[in-house]
């Protein structure tokens, strides 16, 4: 089945094509959707916790130590990871955090934790982190996680049940979690691509060296004994403990430089490359590799090793850490300029440079709120894997959404409209009698929209971005009383299906390139969220309705 579905914007038009299943499965999912909404629902892979922060857990400002949150965090994460898989889980990664509010002693921390989606063998887990004063009765969202958990037996290999999702909630998020999964298996390879071909600017030569910090003095190094209660029943250490470790040595890294009480505000994306047990030696490394107007990076490296074998260190663990200094106002103050060793000293300074604008440019694009990015974001090779993210992402959440209302049914095509805040979509759905895999790849290359769609007049490939990426120049004709003929300049993502039930999806939104601006000869449209989605007749639809 083939959906069609628009969204009207204040500055553009949207429109979506979508593939369904049967009305029945449709119906069984809203039927599903209204059981979960209804009171007594809970997910049954849910765990929380909730702690109150005594003084043993604070820093010297009287807050809740990152490192400690960071422990009850990955313990929360794990249980809930555990009570799906049915057996031992370990922390394989952690996505972005963006701590957005500090904990003070007396406050009480609440997590919560679900399994988002399962794989094969690994899952994706979801964590808020809210605090609450007791006597104010006030709440404040602190952060939000993501994680990466791996079951694990030791006889027999593990192959996950999947995640039936029955809420709004549980299906946006279960329908955008392949996208993320993806997203994190091309990280590493992603972060050296954009390291190696980046333009860095930096302005180190013209930095007045009498007023700079050398990198040297902030250098940490330190050791930590894994014993019994560091690990799990396993003997596997936690990964919220090395992750406490490894804060306690950024952050003395980074009080060096600025001689003051830092507070960590990010920690990026990072895998654990192996285990560590009880009786291993962790050595954590941390420097400040750059300094900026009003942040810091900081460098985490983690290695372990058994007692007899100190000379063959097996690498855990790398991160970097973001810090910024407070006044009693709350805002950041200025930092002294760091000035790196020469070689590799130099090399971690220019790459933090890059990873800033990385960490930017991936925290703008996918971290904010849909309506909060632009319809036309500009196109570089730093954003290229966050904006391919976002764009097929913003189209499975917005397919997922529940409250599409039917308008019109005509000849076995059903139109439905979603007003949602500023935006009016549409959502258009068919049963076509055409091999899902084939249409996906017809209509996954725009140059042969203009054959089908008289509103596609010329389509140019302007770039291959990669296998599954590519931009397009689009033009189409004088429409609504207008006389100049409109242009788009538009990124189209495609995926195949991560799983059984999963669709195909064309995603596509507007972009902006240097090479390609608007000319007088054209109005520019704008799409923020359009594509296609196809199911094969017969998939279970129990996850959402189809939608733009």
């Not at 894997?385 to 397919?399: A, F, T």
């Not at 790849?441 to 008289?454: A, G, T």
């Not at 003929?485 to 596509?508: E, M, T």
Request: charge should be neutral; glycine fraction near 4%.
């Amino acid at each position: 089945m083939i959906q069609n579905v628009g969204n009207h914007l204040r500055r553009g038009l949207a429109s979506v094509f979508s593939s369904r299943t049967s009305r029945k499965s449709a119906s069984r999912a809203g039927n599903d959707s209204a059981m979960a909404d209804g009171e007594g629902y809970r997910n049954p892979t849910e765990v929380q916790m909730s702690q109150l922060v005594l003084p043993c857990h604070t820093n010297q400002r009287g807050e809740l130590s990152v490192g400690q949150l960071l422990k009850w965090i990955d313990t929360t994460a794990c249980l809930s990871a555990e009570r799906h898989a049915g057996c031992p889980c370990v922390t394989a990664s952690m996505d972005d955090i963006y701590f957005e509010h500090t904990i003070s002693v007396g406050q009480v921390v609440n997590i919560k934790a679900k399994v988002n989606r399962a794989f094969n063998s690994s899952m994706e887990v979801g964590i808020q982190v809210a605090s609450e004063d007791l006597c104010s009765e006030k709440q404040w969202n602190v952060c939000k996680a993501l994680a990466t958990f791996v079951a694990h037996r030791e006889i027999t290999k593990v192959k996950l049940k999947q995640i039936t999702p029955r809420t709004e909630e549980e299906k946006m998020e279960h329908s955008v979690a392949a996208e993320r999964r993806r997203m994190r298996l091309v990280y590493a390879d992603t972060i050296k691509d954009l390291l190696a071909n980046c333009a860095i600017q930096d302005d180190l030569e013209s930095r007045d060296c009498s007023h700079m910090v050398p990198a040297e003095k902030t250098r940490v190094e330190s050791v930590e004994l894994v014993l019994p209660p560091h690990a799990n029943h396993q003997g596997n250490t936690f990964g919220g403990q090395i992750m406490a470790w490894m804060e306690n040595v950024a952050t003395i890294a980074a009080r060096r430089l600025c001689c003051a009480h830092p507070t960590l505000k990010a920690i990026e994306m990072f895998h654990f490359r192996g285990p560590s047990q009880v009786g291993d030696r962790l050595v954590l490394k941390a420097i400040v590799n750059n300094a900026f107007k009003h942040s810091m990076e900081v460098g985490v490296c983690v290695e372990a090793y058994r007692q007899q074998a100190e000379t063959h260190r097996r690498h855990i663990n790398s991160a970097f850490m973001t810090f910024v200094v407070l006044d009693a106002d709350d805002q950041p103050q200025l930092l002294p300029w760091i000035r790196p060793q020469p070689g590799d000293g130099e090399r971690r300074y220019r790459e933090a440079s890059a990873r800033r604008k990385i960490r930017l440019d991936r925290k703008y694009i996918v971290s904010c709120k849909q309506t909060e990015v632009p319809l036309s974001v500009p196109w570089d090779p730093s954003n290229q894997v966050y904006l391919s993210y976002n764009n097929v992402s913003s189209l499975r959440m917005l397919v997922a959404k529940d409250n599409w209302v039917l308008s019109s049914e005509i000849n076995q095509v059903r139109l439905y409209t979603l007003e949602d805040d500023k935006f009016l979509s549409f959502h258009m759905e068919m049963v076509v009698h055409v091999d899902a895999a084939q249409a996906f790849l017809l209509l996954s290359d725009l140059r042969r929209r203009p054959e089908w769609d008289k509103h596609y007049r010329s389509v140019e490939l302007v770039q291959q971005v990669d296998e599954d990426d590519a931009i397009y120049h689009v033009t189409s004709p004088a429409l609504g009383g207008h006389t100049k003929p409109q242009d788009f300049v538009i990124l189209a993502s495609r995926r195949k299906p991560c799983d059984n039930g999963d669709p195909y999806v064309i995603a596509l939104r507007s972009v902006t390139l240097p090479t390609h601006q608007e000319t007088p000869e054209y109005r520019r449209g704008e799409t923020l969220c359009s594509g296609f989605c196809f199911w094969r007749e017969g998939d279970q639809l129990t996850k959402e309705p189809l939608m733009k």
